[in-house]
């Protein structure tokens, strides 16, 4: 009689077909443990089985590329001999179930990630989104998410130096939290998990094995229902303090040649860890699961190899190397087990009690996973809308002052004041800019990263959404004058098996392959999240992307604060008055509607190439990108961060007043200088529209003769919003 | 001037006052793990913030019976400079080498944010490079930042000249809107009777460079170096 009923099969997310494969692998049934192997292996999460076939056609090389997507995080390079190490990932699916731990475990995994691969993490960043405020869940998910996240990365010492935080009512059931770690490293001290070596020692360090996550790569593998709440016991929870151990043990012994391959245990734990680097090593493993460091002694083989238990690490030594790595552990008071061997089998056997409990084929299950070519339909191009259709409102003054209170534009230090940002020492530029900036310790060289995503402009139109949100990324980090180097993407999505959906998904990809090509500017690591989905409703198509760029000399940074009285402004990039798909239509005429700006890639190449070479000659005192809310929020925020005013005068174009203000035509910047003149050369000299627009000084934003308002009220309307909301019963 | 900081598992401010250290000594200073019994010659020791064994049972309290702690307290004793930032006054207190304790902070969340900060005396190796009264930039990034004792404990702090620094605003006045943490008479460090150890929340070690936004701490330090050149 067969012990795998259908039942059995389904429940583990596995399709008749696939079900089909694992009886060919394997030749006969397989027993529950190996069933589990097969489910978490299979599973959206880890096999990309509905992204791969698109995933390919990004762009992922460039010559500072030391390492693109396939590793626990993307290389480049950063001169002198150093590195940086970067990946963000989604922690959507727990997050929702318990925000606390599921953002803390975001982060923590994240960070696992880095330092797996030599580098000292020294930089976190998120993109977090939210269901609409009044959802009777959202104060609940920010608080629990928000603190999750401080409560790991202060207890790490790893600064969380920015992100971005929207709200939108496609997340009210499905909440995205989005993490990212860079980190630093010298290019000779890489470590990569290939395992290598038959008899080499497989070691075991960190937490021991419990019972919690089991399944958790399969959750987050399937829409929500109304069982939801049951699910919590899926997932994990973290432990900073250990993983902070974890962090300086691996590195003290990293310092030392004595490991081969390392893999840290992140979704289904012990299998996917140990699969993958016996994959990329051509090996085959045994292991003996007794050995396994447990918090229960009588937990089951299915339940050792299927439990997502945080801050654990698998390593393969050289022989002889084991007591040496031993001390070091033990040192930092960390379990530390040999549990097992390399073999030349090519296969993974586990062993427990004596007895053979499992005995799978690595590579025909790691090459046979199932890669779908998931039916798509393209998203609907919307029409154009013209600025001379969209009303004018009474008061500009007054609807800009509305916008930058509203929920997506008010200032988010309720945030990031939870978030320890200085530590570590070498924070130049706090969250709240453009980019953030951390100086590369102990030199003269800055790292500039930024998260970033449009939702709206993804969801009217996912091709020039994928575009923007890459050129989007690539200004900011131009913007303080650094050179863009390279991005990670978490792409999340609906549910993949509705092809309206896919079509969303592939859009995204294209704008985004285009953009990086044109831009120079690759992917060279990430994830993807899909079934964002609540009982057949999606979220909002969100890609996020994040950026890193390096700063020859840090101190050069350019910020987007005025900075003088009496410099003039400038604004770089043509201006039309785009106001489809503007943040304007949605906060002030209650649209959503239109296509979205449309995105030049070789435009938005040659005006950021000379912004970045104005600010590197100093000849700019501030620096912002215009993005959503177009010049007039740009300069509110310049204004609101310089604690000084502006007078705009606006040019005489032809374009209606508040198309030209709010207006989100891309490729824009403005930049402040005592020395115009020198910057209009110098965007003439380049093929850059460039106009001064205006002078900074007083206290007040002032557009023309009549229209002002003043910095303090502009700056209480963007500082209140969240702290009240959030206080509110 | 001889320095080193103390290293506890959990600790992550370490480097930093490190750097802040070498920066005003242009020495080398040590780093000493916490399981080490015996100390070298030193002018300087500082316990660094962080968070030593996870903030576990209490923040510092696991940390203060560290096999370290015992030779912190005799050289204390014995006169030498101890300096507790965050984490290090939360173990300064949990070995009763000063008074009163840290509760969680009254909002009930981590705080990290540049706080202004009034130099109440100027009698200490610690803070005699400022002036009376001056107002200074510090950073704060903590969850139990909560300062409270009892009333003749406080008196005896006030009478005695003890308060280094307390929280104030802009303008250097004591109230309500310059407390960000709820501490008892806006207490934002305390020094012992011999006025040789100083335990305080806010980290000096974080504007101590122009690079990262301000020098405010950076007089502390420079400050330390005068005293207790040898």
Not at chain 1, 663 to 677: L, M, P
Request: charged share 25%; glycine share 10%.
């Amino acid at each position: 009689m067969s012990n795998i009923t259908p039942e059995i099969v389904k429940e583990h997310g596995l399709t008749e077909d696939e079900y089909d494969k694992v009886l060919e692998i394997m030749g006969r049934e397989p027993n529950i443990t190996e069933l589990g192997i097969f489910s978490v292996m299979w599973s959206e999460h880890c096999s990309y089985k509905s992204s791969k076939k698109w995933l390919k056609t990004l762009h992922t090389e460039e010559p500072w590329v030391i390492c693109g997507p396939g590793e626990n995080a993307g290389i480049v390079d950063i001169g002198d001999g150093q590195a940086a190490i970067f990946k963000m990932e989604s922690h959507n699916h727990p997050s929702f179930i318990e925000p606390f731990q599921g953002a803390a475990t975001g982060v923590g995994g994240i960070m696992r990630d880095i330092f797996t691969m030599g580098a000292r993490p020294v930089a976190n960043m998120n993109a977090l989104r939210f269901g609409r405020p009044d959802h009777p869940k959202t104060k609940h998910l920010v608080n629990g998410v928000v603190a999750g996240i401080g409560s790991y990365g202060n207890c790490m010492g790893v600064p969380t130096v920015g992100g971005e935080c929207e709200f939108d009512t496609s997340y009210d059931g499905n909440i995205l939290v989005n993490a990212m770690t860079v980190g630093v490293a010298d290019t000779e001290k890489i470590f990569y998990s290939a395992a290598a070596g038959e008899g080499y020692p497989l070691v075991y360090v960190g937490s021991r094995t419990g019972r919690d996550g089991i399944h958790g790569a399969t959750m987050a593998s399937a829409e929500f229902d109304d069982d939801t709440d049951e699910k919590r016991p899926t997932v994990q929870v973290g432990d900073p303090f250990t993983e902070k151990l974890v962090l300086e043990a691996c590195l003290e012994l990293m310092a030392t040649d004595a490991i081969i391959g390392i893999q840290d245990m992140g979704a289904a734990g012990l299998t996917c860890s140990t699969f993958e680097m016996a994959s990329k090593g051509g090996v085959g493993v045994e292991m003996d699961l007794d050995l396994v460091p447990k918090r229960a002694a009588d937990m089951t083989a299915y339940e050792l190899m299927l439990s997502e238990s945080q801050e654990r690490m698998v390593m393969v030594l050289k022989p002889g190397r084991e007591e040496e790595a031993r001390k070091i552990f033990e040192k930092w008071e960390l379990n530390f087990a040999v549990i097992g061997k390399l073999t030349d089998t090519g296969r993974l056997v586990l062993k427990m009690g004596g007895e053979i409990v499992g005995d799978l084929p690595i590579d025909p299950l790691a090459e046979a996973s199932p890669e779908y070519d998931r039916p798509w339909v393209p998203t609907a191009k919307p029409a154009v809308i013209d600025a001379a259709d969209v009303a004018a409102p009474n008061d500009p003054c007054a609807a800009l002052k509305r916008m930058i209170g509203s929920p997506n534009f008010a200032q988010k230090r309720w945030i990031w004041d939870q978030y320890d940002h200085m530590v570590m020492g070498d924070t130049v530029q706090r969250p709240g800019g453009d980019s953030a900036v951390v100086r590369v310790h102990g030199t003269q060289k800055g790292l500039a990263v930024t998260t970033d995503c449009t939702p709206r402009y993804c969801y009217a139109d996912p091709f020039e959404g994928g575009k923007q949100v890459v050129a989007e990324s690539w200004r900011n980090i131009t913007a303080v004058g650094a050179k863009p180097l390279a991005i990670t993407d978490c792409l999340n999505f609906g549910n993949p098996e509705r092809p309206e959906i896919m079509g969303q998904f592939v859009g995204c990809i294209e704008g985004m392959g285009e953009a990086c090509r044109t831009l120079e500017y690759p992917v060279i690591s990430g994830n993807v999240s899909f079934y964002n989905e609540t009982r057949g409703e999606g979220i909002r198509p969100t890609p996020t992307i994040g950026g890193v760029g390096v700063l020859a000399d840090v101190s050069k940074a350019a910020t987007c604060a005025f900075e003088a009285e009496g410099d003039d402004i400038v604004l770089i990039g043509e201006t039309t008055g785009h106001l489809g798909c503007s943040a304007y239509l949605v906060e002030i005429e209650g649209r959503d509607a239109g296509a979205p700006p449309p995105v030049d890639l070789a435009i938005e190449r040659r005006n950021g190439d000379a912004v970045r070479g104005m600010i590197d000659e100093g000849v700019v005192s501030a620096c912002h990108d215009i993005s959503d809310g177009g010049v007039f929020v740009a300069m509110a925020e310049m204004a609101m961060a310089g604690n000084m005013g502006a007078a705009i005068d606006v040019p005489d174009t032809g374009i209606p007043l508040h198309a030209w203000l709010f207006g989100e035509d891309q490729a824009r910047y403005v930049v402040t200088s005592r020395d115009a003149k020198t910057v209009l050369a110098k965007a003439a000299d380049a093929g850059v529209p460039a106009t001064v627009i205006g002078r900074t000084g007083s206290d007040r934003l002032t557009v023309g003769p009549s229209l002002s308002i003043s910095v303090s009220e502009l700056k209480s309307a963007h500082e209140d919003w969240m702290p009240k909301f959030m206080s509110a019963p | 001037m001889k320095a080193a900081v103390i290293v506890f598992p959990g600790s992550n401010c370490d480097r930093d006052v490190q750097v802040s250290i070498e920066q005003s000594t242009g020495k080398p200073c040590a780093m000493i793990w916490h399981k080490e019994t015996e100390l070298p010659d030193l002018d300087l020791i500082v316990i660094p913030g962080g968070f030593s064994y996870g903030d576990y049972l209490r923040s510092g309290a696991i940390a203060a019976h560290s096999p370290i702690m015992r030779e912190v307290k005799a050289r204390a004793d014995s006169g030498v400079a101890v300096l507790g930032i965050c984490n290090g006054f939360h173990v300064l207190t949990e070995t009763q080498l000063l008074p009163g304790i840290l509760m969680r902070n009254a909002g009930l969340k981590f705080i990290c944010r540049d706080v202004d900060l009034r130099v109440e005396t100027t009698n200490s190796m610690f803070t005699q490079s400022y002036a009376k009264d001056q107002v200074i930039c510090i950073p704060i990034a903590h969850n139990d930042g909560n300062y409270m004792t009892d009333a003749d404990t406080l008196k005896m702090l006030e009478d005695e000249d003890r308060i280094a620094f307390r929280y104030c605003d802009a303008a250097g006045g004591i109230g309500e809107a310059g407390n960000p943490n709820g501490s008892m008479a806006n207490i934002a460090g305390i020094l012992n009777r011999r006025r040789n150890i100083l335990g305080m929340m806010p980290h000096p070690e974080r504007l101590a460079d122009q690079l990262l936004g301000g020098i405010d701490g950076r007089p502390m330090f420079d400050g330390l170096v005068e005293a207790l050149a040898a």
